[in-house]
């Protein structure tokens, strides 16, 4: 009894309308193409599963062991070979047909958008240039975690990989394709509407594989506009005097040899330019210059909203959505409020005091040798609480 209450509680748990990564559940044309193609077959298959389970019922009852003589052995009955050859021959001919045409469907390039896409142990990078959507983008823009795109837009994803296969996946956009390095592969995404699509990394790529995911953020035109003009603006240097300010510097000597925050110069006035490759394994880590315009970090697993704005922005209408993301931490905090009310503070607290407490880099600390030096993820820098309290307040002005 306890067994099958579990099996259908496992069975239509995956039918839950909030389950965000349900593949039965398509948000854009793409998802759709798969899901008119699973669904049909999913019905054949469980058509075809139901004869064989009750034809195997059958035989168990009604030809058990009752200590009756040998049946007659025979073989070779011509017409009932040839029919167990067609039937299934047919069946898989009509499965191929639709499946077939959607793979060519799905490898269709045309697109009003490229986007480049990174895999590295454990976050994603997104990489903008061009146009997209329409929208001119200047200057590269370079994110993490969080994929914006304008919604209603055919975007073409370039996937590769750093350092290990990893595998990208919106389920409610698309199927998965894999990361690998070397190699550049293509995956077209595009969402109906406005919205939050979740997703995470889907090929073993390491000790933190399980905290490696990711999410595709669809706005309107207009909006993804205002996105790609704030992601744009010059670097604001923190006002003198300030804790930011201090922040600032501790920045400089503390984050910015792994971490770029564009426009940021040294006293000198040279610009401060990152060195990822230099420190980690993979060779980069994520660009901070926006950092506070997301809605998570380190692999898109730990909110910087606080649960109940995240909640609300979840639960947005398509319409609303847009403007409630684009204050993201500051939402609901009006527009002369100095802090932000949405701001998960701690969450950023505990990833600058111990990062590797909350995603583990190594199994052992003597593998940190076996690297070169070079670490993977983020190391504990073993902050001070005034060091941490100034670097909260520098990063809170990266929006
Ligand atoms: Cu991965």
Redesign the pocket.
């Known amino acids: 009894m306890a067994v099958a209450a579990f099996a259908a509680a496992v069975l239509f748990a995956g039918c839950a309308q909030d389950a965000p990564q349900d593949t039965f559940q398509p948000k854009g044309p793409n998802a759709r193409t798969i899901d008119d193609v699973q669904r049909p077959l999913f019905y054949v298959a469980g058509i075809v599963g139901l004869i064989v389970f009750a034809v195997i019922g059958y035989s168990i009852i009604r030809f058990k062991d009752r200590g009756q003589d040998m049946p007659e052995q025979t073989h070779g009955k011509t017409w009932l070979e040839v029919t167990l050859t067609v039937i299934p021959a047919v069946i898989l001919a009509g499965v191929a047909i639709p499946t077939v045409a959607a793979v060519f469907d799905l490898d269709d390039k045309s697109n009003e958008c490229v986007i480049n896409v990174t895999?590295q142990q454990?976050w994603w990078e997104y990489d903008y240039s061009g146009t997209c959507g329409g929208v001119e983008i200047t200057q590269p823009i370079v994110t993490s975690g969080e994929l914006v795109i304008p919604a209603d837009t055919p975007v073409l994803l370039r996937i590769t990989s750093r350092d290990v296969i990893?595998s990208y996946w919106i389920p409610a956009l698309n199927g998965k394709r894999d990361a690998v390095p070397g190699r550049l592969q293509t995956l077209r995404m595009e969402a109906d509407e406005p919205g939050i699509y979740t997703g995470q990394?889907t090929?073993f790529?390491g000790l933190s594989?399980a905290r490696?995911r990711q999410a595709a953020v669809a706005l309107s035109t207009a909006d993804f506009q205002t996105w790609v003009t704030n992601q744009l603006a010059a670097y604001v240097a923190p006002e003198a005097g300030t804790l930011a300010a201090t922040g600032e510097g501790t920045f400089v000597n503390q984050c910015s040899r792994c971490h770029q925050v564009n426009g940021l110069v040294a006293a000198d006035g040279t610009p401060v330019l990152a060195e990822p490759d230099l420190y980690v394994v993979a060779g980069a880590a994520p660009n901070l210059t926006n950092l506070m315009t997301r809605t998570a970090i380190a692999g898109w697993t730990f909110d910087l909203l606080t649960d109940a704005c995240r909640e609300q922005l979840w639960n947005a209408s398509p319409e609303e959505f847009g403007s409630l993301y684009l204050q993201g931490v500051w939402m609901n905090s009006g527009p002369d409020a100095t802090k932000p009310v949405c701001f998960a503070e701690a969450t950023l607290r505990d990833w600058l005091r111990d990062p590797a407490a909350m995603k583990p880099n190594y199994a052992s600390p003597d593998q940190v040798a076996s690297t070169g030096g070079l670490t993977r993820g983020m190391p504990n820098l073993n902050l001070t609480e005034d060091q941490i309290d100034q670097l909260i307040a520098f990063l809170l002005e990266r929006k």
């Open positions: 895999g454990w990893h990394c090929e790529c594989h490696m």
